[in-house]
């Protein structure tokens, strides 16, 4: 074949498949039966459309015979296909599919393509956008009970909180205002041995609440001190990164470090940036509130393809039982012609003789 002396080769998809390099003079190729998969498809034409083939054109040629199960094959073997590409073009809507051979099909269904029923093709068909359209009704089921859990339970929850903590944000702001203007100047109280220290230089106050912070445990938050009104704890825990935290009527904290002087400057900015989070927690109820109307929305959309699904699968019950009804008048009549040829060929069980010759 490579060089051109053997005109013809007839093989299989095994034999005459993948490793066979036959290209050279290749101008036909005949597929006379369909194989179960695409990728046979592929490794039988690659025998002559392929580099190194000395022709500009290969002819491909596919045989089917009306009546048979090659009308059924080829579909399958379409629909196989269409699953791979939506895959390879990012275009897949199903997440499953199911394989078919011979042996998995109905007698009803292999009966159907061997008379040459139409019925069969629209019945794999329906099968198929009926499995996608369940596929798609069920992720918009899950989505609808993610939207009801949203605007019933977890955007609720979120506002509450919000809410509760803008109005423990707003006291603070007012205590805050009032120490500040009470007395401008720094000052820190760190307590020691029971009793409170007060330091009015950020150098001595920080220092000696580095101090304080190196006797802490890990794991636990502790008080060490107060400042402008608020409770002064530190937070230490099991990976090195200590917090420093001013309590009211809720928490806010700051990243302790190394440099006295530098935590003081973040302990005056923690306290004076308190009203800051107003306006933020403001906006943030509010974005609540907008996700969670528009979650009550979402969830009040019909699934928009409900229709067709509800006609496909009356479609499909309609096409069983009539396919279940042509398989019932077929075994009818494949049950009357096996009586009538063993009338034929059973035995004669009686003779007749003429009147008064009855045999003895």
Not at 13 to 42: F, L, R, Y
Not at 169 to 183: G, M, Q, S
Request: some cysteine.
């Amino acid at each position: 074949m490579r060089s051109g002396k053997k005109k013809i080769l007839i093989g299989s998809t095994d034999q005459c498949g993948t490793g066979v390099n036959v290209q050279a003079h290749i101008t036909a190729m005949h597929h006379v039966d369909c194989p179960w998969k695409p990728s046979c498809i592929e490794q039988r034409e690659g025998r002559g459309v392929r580099q190194g083939n000395e022709n500009d054109e290969v002819a491909i040629y596919r045989y089917v015979t009306k009546g048979t199960f090659d009308a059924y094959s080829w579909s399958l073997v379409e629909n196989k296909q269409r699953f791979i590409s939506q895959v390879m073009t990012s275009k897949a809507v199903s997440r499953t599919c199911e394989d078919i051979d011979e042996a998995t099909l109905s007698y009803a269904e292999i009966k159907a393509v061997a008379t040459g029923n139409p019925l069969i093709k629209e019945k794999m068909q329906l099968e198929n956008d009926v499995q996608r359209l369940k596929m798609l009704k069920s992720s918009y089921d899950s989505q609808r009970y993610s939207l009801q859990d949203n605007f019933m339970i977890r955007y609720p929850k979120l506002i509450k909180a919000s809410e509760t903590k803008l109005a423990c944000v707003r006291e603070d702001a007012k205590t805050a205002e009032a120490a500040l203007i009470a007395e401008p100047d720094f000052a820190v109280t760190v307590d020691a041995a029971g009793k409170g220290v007060k330091f009015t230089e950020r150098t001595e106050g920080g220092t000696f609440m580095l101090q304080m912070v190196s006797q802490c445990k890990n794991g636990e938050t502790t008080h060490i001190g107060n400042f402008k009104g608020f409770e002064l704890l530190v937070e230490k825990n099991f990976i090195g990164v200590n917090y420093m935290v001013l309590r009211g009527k809720t928490d806010y904290k700051a990243e302790l470090s190394t440099s006295p002087v530098g935590n003081m400057i973040k302990l005056e900015n923690l306290c004076q940036g308190i009203p800051v989070g107003i306006p933020e927690l403001e906006k943030r109820i509010e974005q609540y509130q907008r996700d969670m109307e528009q979650s009550r929305q979402e969830y009040d959309k019909p699934f928009t393809q409900e229709g067709e699904l509800n006609e496909k699968v009356a479609r499909l019950n309609e096409l069983n039982v009539q396919l279940d009804l042509e398989n019932g008048k077929t075994e009818d009549m494949d049950l009357c012609e096996e009586q009538d040829n063993a009338r034929v060929a059973e035995p004669d069980s009686y003779h007749s003789f003429p009147p008064g010759k009855e045999g003895r």
